[in-house]
Nanobody
């Protein structure tokens, strides 16, 4: 059974940094793309960053230049380095894999349980 588990959230002051991690577990043949989403109270879930298995990243305009997504294919992990954090970055951050191939076939739309990031003084 494939699972995604996030870690690394917490409380940080404005201007600070956090590094989120997401680990994919289970018997996995391949993962093409991994993504980070976030959802603030009363708002829609939004895509923050995504990365392909060959390391090509894309970012939401609101985090460009501040966040960096990276992937470790061997460890089946994806990271989100968040710098220069702002109060508006406060949200629950979720890891997502749109497509994961296992020995049993392809499964879609895997989500982690989320990790809270709070930016406040």
């Amino acid at each position: 059974q494939v699972q995604l588990v996030e870690s690394g959230g917490g409380l940080v002051q404005p201007g600070g940094s956090l590094r989120l991690s997401c680990a994919a577990s289970g018997i996995i043949v391949s993962i093409n793309t991994m993504e980070w989403y976030r959802q603030a109270p009363g708002k829609w879930r939004e895509l923050v960053a995504s990365i392909t298995s060959d390391g090509f990243p894309t970012y939401a305009e609101s985090v460009k230049g501040r966040f960096t997504i990276s992937i470790d294919n061997a460890k089946k992990m994806v990271y989100l380095q968040m710098n220069s954090l702002k109060p508006e970055d406060t949200a629950v951050y979720y890891c997502n894999a749109p497509l994961i191939v296992t020995p049993e076939g392809a499964g879609t739309d895997y989500w982690g349980q989320g990790t809270q990031v709070t930016v406040s003084s």
